[in-house]
């Protein structure tokens, strides 16, 4: 009598497990896809919350390095008419000097023509203050830290090691301090001196930025611009910040510069995949992730104010 042929009996149990990693994977890449889709159509990280005039929000975070999605962040927001007034929300350590000095340009140019206030977060210091003081006026917490109006420069020497490891360098080159800088050998004296030169022209570019912007005496500032660093409460007293508050502080002074009656919307930049991927290359794919299925469940898409930003 022919025996009756069951699945079961010839189902590997590493085939199984294969078979459902599989089909797990695929899931994830099927998630993954639909995720990208969705990024692709411009979700806008943190939805608008108000309906009635716009208020726009600038988010400057982390180290200032590559401005140029943030200037046109802010260009397009100086263009565009329905945007009444904006909030410029810093949370960055600082950064390079001419990405700094960028921001602080087009945030002035942008508070000629509508209302700009910056909000400091956590950390606003160095060229994170640079770029808050191109705002007509500054908010800040009263524990944020800020201030470090200074300049610096750090050049690594490897002379050491590379004398231990065997390894010598041959440079050719026409003019004396086309080399500064070298991470393979000790800096000369006329090197040290040309570069604390720059750095001093730099620095005092600094202190009449602030003595412009606050509208304080350049000795008042050269007196606090030796790199220190100071709470937002400090600051106020100093005369480096207008108002302590949060960020909701912040939207209603720039409501009520704009003429706003009542409770603003708030119009965020809208950010593609590559702004995603950016944050979960970073470490952040949790707080993406989530802005994410946020956005799917409950936050309407406001095209008709959709910016690229990275």
């Known amino acids: 009598m022919a025996k009756s042929y069951s699945p079961k009996e ?65 260009r397009d927001f100086r263009y565009n008419k329905e945007i009444k007034a904006v909030v410029v929300r810093i949370n960055s350590p600082g950064g ?19 209302p700009v206030v910056a909000s400091l977060g956590t950390v606003a210091a160095s060229g994170g203050y640079y770029t808050a003081i191109g705002a007509r006026y500054i908010v800040a917490d009263p524990g944020t830290v800020t201030g470090s109006i200074g300049v610096i420069a750090k050049i690594p020497n490897i002379k050491g090691l590379m004398k231990k490891l065997g390894i010598k360098t041959t440079v050719v080159k026409c003019g004396s301090f086309k080399d500064m800088g070298s991470i393979t050998r000790d800096m000369t ?47 106020l007293k100093a005369k480096l910040v207008d108002k302590l ?12 510069l704009a003429g706003i009656k009542g409770r603003p919307e708030l119009v965020y930049p809208t950010r593609n995949r590559l702004s995603a991927l950016r944050e979960i290359l970073e470490g952040r794919e949790a707080d993406a992730i989530g802005n994410i299925f946020q956005q799917v469940l409950k936050a309407p898409i406001n095209r008709s104010l959709s910016y690229e930003t990275w």
């Not at 806008?44 to 180290?63: A, L, M, Q, R, W």
């Not at 008042?220 to 400090?234: F, K, L, W």
Request: charged fraction near 20%; hydrophobic fraction near 50%.
């Open 10 to 74: 010839h189902a590997h149990p590493i085939l199984v497990a294969l078979a459902t990693i599989g089909g797990l994977a695929l899931l994830g890449i099927t998630a993954f896809s639909l995720m990208m889709v969705w990024m692709a159509r411009g979700i806008v990280f943190g939805p608008s919350v108000y309906h009635g005039d716009k208020v726009g929000v600038v988010e400057i975070k982390g180290v200032i390095a590559d401005p140029e999605a943030t200037l046109k962040v802010l």
């Open 96 to 114: 390079a000097v001419g990405a700094s000095q960028e921001l602080y340009e087009e945030i002035r140019m942008l508070d000629k023509k509508k």
């Open 189 to 235: 004296k006329e090197e040290r001196a040309l570069l604390h030169g720059v750095m001093e022209d730099v620095h005092q570019q600094f202190i009449m930025a602030v003595a412009k912007s606050r509208k304080l005496p350049e000795k008042q500032v050269s007196a606090i611009a030796d790199g220190r660093i100071m709470t937002g409460n400090q600051a």
């Open 245 to 256: 508050g949060n960020f909701s502080v912040a939207v209603d002074w720039a409501a009520k």
